[in-house]
Every structure is written in C-alpha cells, then in structure tokens.
C-alpha cells in the first residue's frame, strides 16, 4: 500500500469529513464486495467481532487479544462504507473507493482515524493495489474533508492546528486550503491540484 500524505482532521476546529447532500441523492452507495472486505478488515483489526469473512457486516468490533468473555468490551471499532466505483486503471475490472473509519474508546485514540481508500481489482475481486489517504489521525500533517462530485472526489485540506498551530491565530487560519483530487495517471494514483 501506498501512503500518500500523513493528513488528519481535528473534528471539532474543521468538521467531519462529510458528502454533499446533492452528491448522496445523484448517486447510490454501491455494496463492497464481499471479497476485499475481510482483507481491508484485517489489517487494521487483530480479532474481528463478527468475523469478516462468515460476515455480510461493515461495522467491526476490534480487539487487540482474543477475548474471554462473551461481552468483552473492544479496544476500537471500524467501519467501511463505499462511496463509488470505477475503472481507474482500465484493466475491465472495477476499482472501488471506500472510506475507512477507526474509532477508539471515548472517541478517540492512537486507533482514530478516518481515510479513503483507492482500491485496485484484479480477477476474484481481489485488491492488487491500494491508495489512501488519510484524513483524520491525531497530531498529523493535515486536517482533510471530502465531497463527492462528477469528478470523484474532491478533497479540501488545512494544516492540523496540533502539528502546525503557527497556520493559525485566535482560531483563524492563516494559510490558504489545499483542493485536490486523486487521479490515475501514468501507471499510479497522483495528487490533482484544482
């Protein structure tokens, strides 16, 4: 996987991430394929409850050991969910991007963290490649949202006041937003400036 920028949103300074409400009405939430959803899963989650792959879920509980009990509380949960599909890189196989969710206890922790998640599709529907970026995670580079449009998406992203509180004064940022879009050229995802 490639890591594409260290980002991060601060939730209550810039917002949740979040669509349009006119890019949620143009288009349908397609369904993960059941095939790269235990992949995705496991690699942020040692021990799944449910488990990914007997599961049609899309919310896991997390836990770092095997649990004991029956009603072990998670160390974090994770959530998936599909924003669109395409053939990026043109092979006739579908592309998906997925937005991942991780959230500690009392909402926050070294496991919160939000990003997007460019997936590429080879035959079975399994992920040959993958892209993301990484939209919320405590004391990163950038603070990013997102809208869906025609394009894709476009993303919107300022400095996280924690790693760089010299972009701000008394609350206001002083440094313009970045907007981009990831796009497919020449062989790999690249940043787009708009």
């Known amino acids: 996987m490639k890591m594409f ?61 095997l649990p004991t009990t029956k009603d072990a509380l998670p160390d974090y949960r994770i959530k998936l969910s599909a924003l669109f599909t395409r053939d990026f890189n043109q092979d006739g196989y579908r592309d998906w991007v997925v937005d991942l969710t991780s959230e500690g206890p009392l909402g926050g922790s070294v496991h919160s963290h939000s990003s997007i998640r460019y997936l590429l599709l080879g035959r079975n529907q399994q992920i040959k490649d993958s892209f993301e970026v990484l939209l919320y995670a405590p004391f990163s580079e950038e603070i990013i949202e997102y809208e869906l449009s025609a394009k894709g998406l476009e993303f919107r992203a300022i400095p996280n006041f924690r790693a760089h509180p010299e972009a701000f004064e008394d609350g206001e940022l002083l440094v313009p937003e970045r907007q981009f879009r990831i796009e497919w050229q020449n062989n790999e995802f690249v940043e787009v400036m708009d």
Not at 15 to 35: C, D, E, R
């Open 5 to 65: 920028w260290m980002l991060s949103a601060v939730v209550a300074s810039f917002g949740v991430t979040t669509i349009s409400n006119q890019a949620l009405a143009a288009t349908q939430s397609p369904t993960i394929p059941k095939s790269i959803v235990p992949e995705l899963v496991n690699e942020f989650c040692s021990f799944p409850k449910p488990n990914p792959k007997t599961s049609s879920a899309l919310e896991f509980a997390c836990f770092e050991q």
